[in-house]
């Protein structure tokens, strides 16, 4: 969260990464690689606006690769009970969040009055101890998790849980990230740059090019289409400018009378 709310970012709120980091954590960056791939394609189309309340992948990311990777078995495995675990944990953690907003407003309130004071040293503590109540609401229950839980909790989960529910939620996990791109689409002017939606199904389909050669083949597309746009758009304010002609200064030597004549 502070990552989130800082002056710069480190994209580290995002599932892929804050899943990747705990799976460092404990040892098994692939299995978080894993869970926080599937989260982060889920969460695509998903973002805050306006302040809205959104499931807390990250979170959920960070909890589903730290109890899965106290179970056994493959990777495939581990990743379909993170995923069980991380889903339900991210949308516990949305009922939560109102509270990490609502409780800084009353040091707000209070930084305002050091404004009206003066006193700069009191708004910059105010703004500090107001990132708390952001990272509480997390960061308490990701504690009770992983205390409450170890690795014979996971691995009963896994020697009692049903073939068929392991095979849902691996099934579930393919079939989200479909809803996560398709919300990400609703939002995109797909009616004015279709052509770029037809390369990317061209290479994926047909090519059978990754997800990330994809990306990374419309990332210099992306660029020169930004280049040329703003080159366009400098020449035609510069052609609709008006031109102004240059003042004539008046001849040596001429009088106010000639002048003004």
């Known amino acids: 969260m502070f990552d989130a709310l800082g002056p710069k970012t480190l994209m580290l709120t995002r599932p892929l990464l804050s899943g ?16 926080g791939a599937t989260l982060e394609l889920i969460a695509l189309g998903v973002y805050t606006y ?22 056994t078995g493959t990777i495939p495995a581990q990743t379909a009970i993170g995923i069980a675990v991380g889903l339900p944990a991210a949308l ?6 109102p509270i990490g907003r609502f409780l800084p407003t009353f040091l707000i309130h209070r ?28 960061a ?19 020697n009692n849980i049903p ?22 689409l609703t939002i995109m002017p797909l009616r004015s740059y279709w052509y770029m939606l037809l390369i990317g199904f061209v290479l994926f389909a047909y090519l059978k090019v990754p ?9 210099p597309i992306a660029i020169m289409f930004v280049l040329f746009a703003n080159r366009s758009t400098a020449a035609g304010t510069a052609a609709e400018a008006p031109a102004t002609a240059p ?8 009088t106010d009378q000639e002048v003004t004549a």
């Open 20 to 35: 990747t980091a705990a799976g460092l954590i404990v040892g098994h960056p692939t299995l978080g690689m894993a869970i």
């Open 50 to 71: 306006g302040g809205a309340t959104i499931p807390d992948y990250q979170t959920g990311a960070i909890i589903g690769t730290a109890l899965a990777a106290t179970g």
């Open 92 to 97: 516990l953690l949305a009922s939560l969040d």
């Open 111 to 138: 930084a305002d009055q050091y404004a009206v004071e003066g006193n700069a040293r009191g708004m910059a503590r105010m703004h500090w101890l107001g990132l708390v109540p952001w990272l509480l609401p997390r």
């Open 140 to 158: 308490i229950p990701t504690f009770l998790a992983g205390l409450a839980l170890n690795s014979d909790t996971v691995t009963n989960i896994q």
């Open 163 to 184: 073939e068929g529910l392991v095979n849902g939620l691996t099934f579930t996990g393919s079939l989200l990230p479909a809803v996560g791109f398709a919300m990400l």
């Open 211 to 219: 997800l990330v050669g994809i990306a990374l083949f419309g990332l």
């Open 247 to 254: 003042a004539t200064a008046p001849a040596t030597g001429a």
